[in-house]
């Protein structure tokens, strides 16, 4: 059913009213069921039927700047992420 531009109007007057829609038909004497079927047509006929785009995202998490390595003999390294882990594997031996 196409919308009237009577009920257009009244529609658009409510939504900026800030009265609930029983207090703004009180108001102009309208009936609420009537309204409210024709606001249900009001925003079918303001529907977009496009579907929403979909987005490419890469999430990578962040990097830490720095590791920290306790062993069992109470040492703490603190140590950039940039470091070796070859020397780092090495340096742990020693620490063992």
Known sequence: MAL???????????????????????????NTHTFAAWLSDYRRSR???????????????PLPDYLILHNAKGHR????TTVSAVWLAELWRCLD
Do not use: N
């Open 47 to 61: 529907r977009v039927d496009t579907p929403p785009a979909l987005i490419p995202v890469q999430l990578q998490p």
């Open 77 to 80: 390294l603190e140590l950039p």
């Open 4 to 30: 009237l531009p009577h009920w257009i109007d009244h529609i658009e007057r409510w939504q900026s009213s800030g009265l609930s829609q029983t207090g703004y038909c009180r108001q102009h004497g309208l």
